[in-house]
């Protein structure tokens, strides 16, 4: 056992990935609503600098979305940025607590996700999907990024956001994290972009641990552009320190996230 779990500290292997139906069915269970359950009432979105800086203003040149995946994007606060743009939104999400009728005045569809992971749409639909800390909530990464590049229109966008590091041992319990989720190695990312023909437009380390921990009120970090690109030079500075699951002070001192624009 002990063997097994090195591969995934090491990085060679993903957790979850290669889970049986059983195994992703009671994964399935334990995140549906994990996520909810560490929402407070004073909630604020605190990702839209980052998002505009590294994902959005790739996408200055498209005036139009026909249609929109937000990929576990809850009350949809993710997409308001870019809201006058978009015609159709549908979004997948688990939770039935984090569900809003409209976003910024525009209808929401709602989806539940398959337990497989299998997305109830057809071939070539979306011009744009979204998925922003949501995969590595998930047991079988490498579908779920085929069925992306399935749903999405050739020439469409799609932004993702995920930790590369392991999130410390998730056989244990840990504060201010779900049951299951761990981070996506990048290496073994890297692969799963190849192997679905993804064009990178744009690939960015981020989440730099000293930034994410800074707090100022409005300057709160991740609305903040002036910490978003303190993070990311920082990011870039301590790039070469690509340890997926720290074991020492030290270890942790290396940006913890990527930020990909890819293109179908």
Known sequence: ???????????????????????????FKDEEEGYSGLITKDHVYEFHALNGVHGYSKLKNIKKFKRVLGFGSAMGEELLPIIDKIDEISIVEPSEKLKKSTIGGKKVTYQKPSISGKLKFPDNHFDLITCFGVLHHIANVSFIMKEFSRVLKKGGILLIREPIVSMGDWRKKRKGLTKRERGIPLNLFRKIIINNELEVISERKVFFPLIRRVRFGKWEGGNSKFFIWMDFLLSLLFSWNDRYHSTNVLHKIRPQAIYYVLKK
């Open 1 to 27: 056992m002990k063997d097994k779990i090195e591969k995934y500290f090491s990085g060679k292997k993903l957790y979850g990935d290669d889970f049986d139906k059983q195994q992703i069915i009671e994964w």
